[in-house]
């Protein structure tokens, strides 16, 4: 049976993710694009992968860098995963405009406020489709607190417990 985009789409609406931005550094600019393809790897080593559009500025600064990190948004976060998927129209360095950002040690953008924190180094790097899986070995973790922003049906919810 062949599967169309749109199945695919439809699908993959009814899949809930976790809301993160991957942020990367380009030269002086920073890059980072809102993610749900990010999942756990491995414990040992600890390691993480997220599958990144090669259409966008982050992808290939991540490749040319070899490193990023994985911010993973709280709930009230809904404006600033729009703003770095590019609903505003904002691009690059400018999606930094909005939301508290701290330079890590590496000088890559960390998301004060973010429930996790993950510094990676990319390991491995495979072309899958549209977009590039990064495998990244994680360096760092900082961990926040609070509930997790989640997207599923296009839109944001909050996680309650049952
Ligand atoms: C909820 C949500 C999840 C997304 N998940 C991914 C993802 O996992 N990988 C990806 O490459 N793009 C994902 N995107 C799309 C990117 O955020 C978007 O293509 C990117 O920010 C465009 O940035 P640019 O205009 O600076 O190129 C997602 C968008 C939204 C709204």
Request: hydrophobic content about 40%; charged content about 20%.
């Amino acid at each position: 049976m062949a599967i169309n985009p749109e199945t695919f789409r439809a699908a993959m609406a009814r899949f809930p993710g976790a809301v993160t931005i991957i942020t990367t550094r380009h030269g002086p600019e920073r890059r980072g694009i809102t993610a749900t393809a990010v999942c756990s790897v491995s414990a040992e080593p600890p390691s993480l992968l997220a599958c990144v559009n090669r259409k966008t500025g982050t992808c290939s600064a991540i490749s040319e860098s070899g490193i990023f990190n994985i911010n993973l948004l709280p709930n009230p976060a809904g404006p600033l995963a729009m703003r770095f998927a590019g609903a505003d129209g904002a691009t690059g360095e400018d999606k930094f405009d909005e939301g508290h950002w701290i330079d890590d040690e590496r000088g890559l953008p960390l998301l004060d406020g973010a429930l996790i924190g993950f510094s990676c180094e990319v390991t491995e790097a495979m072309e899958a489709g549209s977009h590039t899986v990064f495998i990244g070995r994680i360096v760092d973790i900082r961990l926040g607190d609070g509930a997790p922003l989640v997207y599923g049906q296009s839109r944001f919810h909050r996680l309650d417990p049952m």
